[in-house]
């Protein structure tokens, strides 16, 4: 061996610095350096290594540097190259690897380094997207001796994108890589679903979902308040409007996204333009009969009825049957009144004033939370009667005893 060899400790300590030479000196591939020279990279298959040399071939510098090579090893640059300059030497290491090709196994000799660089030999024919894979992983790596390959064939992948589809034939790559190779354009908001970086698999649907935003303004309807306040002047039962209410506007403002032109979700916000004005209306709370008309020293019949008073007010229809305030059984013909305007037993005779409706002859019997002042409440057999009924104006005739 030329030149005067020396081991490069790169850390300091004695004692570290024995045992890094020792482990140096047992590699296959050492760092070396030569007191004048250029400095060389060295790579095979396991090994990154600089050393320096003093000017040499190749095959010199492997020599000095213990390097052993198979005949059918590939060296770059050649062996007989002399090297001036600071260069890099690689070792191509001849393998024997075995490859699953279409349900069989097939042993090839390659230089090789990786699937990828496989693919591009003519050792197994493959088609224009085919690939080769490692079996442990099965994705492509570097390859070793004795390594276990397989031959995946391309298969198709669809594309699908607001409405229109594209296939392509692949064995592998991500979903980028497909849908680039697609051509399908995917605009910055679009989805794609599974992510980008997801690996191919067979049998896969990569999805792009269209998405586009609109900004839409109306205008808006605000419903005015009805707030209802008691008057201890009016009479209960009674009721005015004393400010009228009016609509109010709001402007609303929605960011719409949409999927594929179908409305995903809406974000809005609102501006009142025009405040609502509200609706205020005050009832009675005065608990005053109002007799329309009085008996007169005439006497006077409501359908062979004598009657003695005569009361408007207003009737409502209720149909719970039981015990009412008075003891009687609830019934047709028994009526609910507030009895400090009609006391409870007084007979009644209760009819439209138009004559377009009448209850006839009924009794003053029972009462209720909501029967103040001038209302009366008519017992009807039927739920539907009440609501059919609802709520109207009457005549009551106070009957004679």
Known sequence: MKGKLKAFLLNKGGIFSCVLALMLATASLNYYVYANGIQVTLKDDE??????????????????????????????????????TTSEIRIKRYKTIKVLVDGNYINIGTNAISTYELEKTNAIELGANDSIVLESTGKGGTLENGEACKVVRAYPVSVSAGGTEAVVYASKGTVRDIIEKSGVAVGKEDIICPSVRTEISQGMEIVIIRVTKATIEDTVSVPFEVIRRPNDNMQIGTEQVV?????????????????????????????????????????????????????????????????????????TAYCDKGTTASGRTSQVGVVAVDPRVIPLGTKLYIAAADGSWSYGYCVAGDTGGAIKGNIVDLFMNAYSDCIQFGRKKCVVYVLSD
Do not use: C, W
Request: glycine share 6%; charged share 30%; proline share 3%.
């Open 243 to 315: 400010a009228e209410g009016s609509v109010g506007e709001k402007k609303v403002t929605s960011l719409v996204t949409y999927h594929n032109g179908v409305e995903y979700k809406r974000d809005s916000t609102e501006a009142v333009t025009k405040s609502p004005v509200s609706k205020v209306i005050e009832y009675g709370q005065k608990a005053v009969p109002v007799i329309s008309k009085m008996a007169t020293e005439e006497t006077k019949t409501i359908n062979g009825y004598k009657y003695k008073q005569v009361l408007n007010f207003s009737a």
């Open 47 to 84: 090994n990154n290594i600089t050393i320096e040399s003093e000017v040499k071939t190749v095959g010199e510098i492997l020599e000095d540097a213990n390097v052993k090579l198979s005949s059918k090893d590939i060296v770059s640059p050649d062996l007989d190259t002399r090297l001036t």
